[in-house]
């Protein structure tokens, strides 16, 4: 569900989804209108410009600098592709917020929508691979050599069922997403108009969201890392103090990011279809839905710092790209043999980085 729905949607009365008391009535979401007009177009457009840099950076260390060695670098490419194909879908929710309706056509809300909803999930469901991934590297470090180098070679099967199982759930956004006319405006919203048990429905897709976009990465993560921790404190590394940080931070800033979200969405499904419903608190839970979600987009952008751009080896590889680039810039100004010369050593380097790389190495990389 995209938060223009809590000030579009929950205007609609008539529709028994979104009943409220009679004597609460008129209940009107200027003011949260007002509020997201201003807040989401500029938080939107700064986690898309973040989150597009930071991606793409990811993207170009893979195809030029490092090759996907091992099943965390193919989940982080994974990775990097949904989160950057997610942050291209937020302009338009910017520009819906900033207009206070829908301008584009039905068939563009359904795909924007519909990318909204398998990008988002398909990246919580990459990053419950991730913590498997690391799991069997750190924890099953005697095993993990055998077991990864044959997951290895089905990597690209395992990363196109999470493709597949994130388009299944989140069909629903698909199918019930239109471009319709509300109160005097055109909206991309959810319509269930169509079906005899809006509710049900509507309570399936929040269902859908909350255990595959939350509950099951969550329940992979603190399964996995804290027996990565329990390995780490036992382990005589003097670097496995800050490797335990970086599992911290991995955790905590999910929690933080995804937990607000959560909480609101669970308030949502627990309050479709009462009666009792007040205005003020429809006013509030608006108020939260914005911030939250915007709170839960933010993970685009952390998600290369803490996954890929953390450790040594990724930092080097950003080096070199911005090495290059420069390189690139100046090549007018700079002798041709100079580039030449900087972009071998470049080269050589990296191969001989590629090289000296622990093939079982985890993504804890110092």
Request: charged residues 15%.
């Amino acid at each position: 569900m995209n938060s223009t729905e809590a000030y579009f949607s929950t205007e609609d009365y008539s529709d028994p989804v979104y009943s409220v008391p009679t004597d609460d009535l008129p209940c009107s979401l200027r003011e949260v209108r007002e509020f997201t007009r201003v807040f989401v177009p500029i938080t939107y457009s700064l986690i898309c410009v973040f989150g597009l840099l930071g991606n793409i950076m990811v993207v170009m260390t893979f195809a030029f600098y490092k090759k996907a060695r091992s099943m965390t670098d193919v989940y982080l490419l994974n990775m990097a592709i949904t989160d950057i194909l997610f942050v291209l879908t937020l302009p338009f929710w910017a520009v819906t917020h900033a207009t206070g309706s829908w301008v584009f056509s039905s068939s563009l809300c359904k795909l924007m929508k519909g990318a909204y909803a398998v990008n988002f999930n398909c990246g919580m469901l990459l990053l419950a691979c991730i913590s498997m991934d690391r799991y069997i590297a750190i924890v099953q470090a005697t095993k993990s050599f055998r077991v990864r180098s044959r997951t290895l070679g089905h990597s690209k099967i395992i990363c196109l069922v999470v493709w597949v199982i994130s388009i299944i759930i989140s069909s629903p956004t698909f199918i019930f997403n239109n471009k319709y006319r509300l109160q005097g405006r055109d909206v991309c919203e959810p319509h269930y108009k169509s079906v005899s048990e809006p509710i049900t429905w509507k309570l399936l897709g929040l269902g859908l969201e909350l255990l595959f976009g939350f509950f099951i990465p969550l329940l992979f993560m603190v399964f996995c890392y804290l027996l990565i921790v329990r390995t780490l404190v036992q382990a005589q590394n003097s670097k496995r103090h800050r490797a335990i940080r970086v599992v911290i931070a991995v955790v905590l800033v999910f929690l933080a990011c995804q937990i607000p979200h959560n909480v609101v969405l669970l308030i949502t499904a627990a309050n479709t279809g009462r009666m009792n419903r007040t205005c003020r608190g429809e006013i509030r839970l608006a108020y939260a839905r914005n911030v939250a979600e915007a709170l839960a987009f933010l993970h685009c952008c952390l998600n290369p710092v803490l996954y890929a751009f953390v450790g040594q080896k990724f930092r080097n590889y950003f080096m070199k790209i911005v090495k290059d680039v420069c390189c690139a810039r100046r090549k007018s100004k700079v002798p041709g043999f100079l580039c030449a010369r900087l972009y071998l050593e470049s080269y050589t380097s990296r191969q001989t980085s590629e090289i000296m790389d622990n093939d079982i190495a985890s993504s804890f990389t110092m």
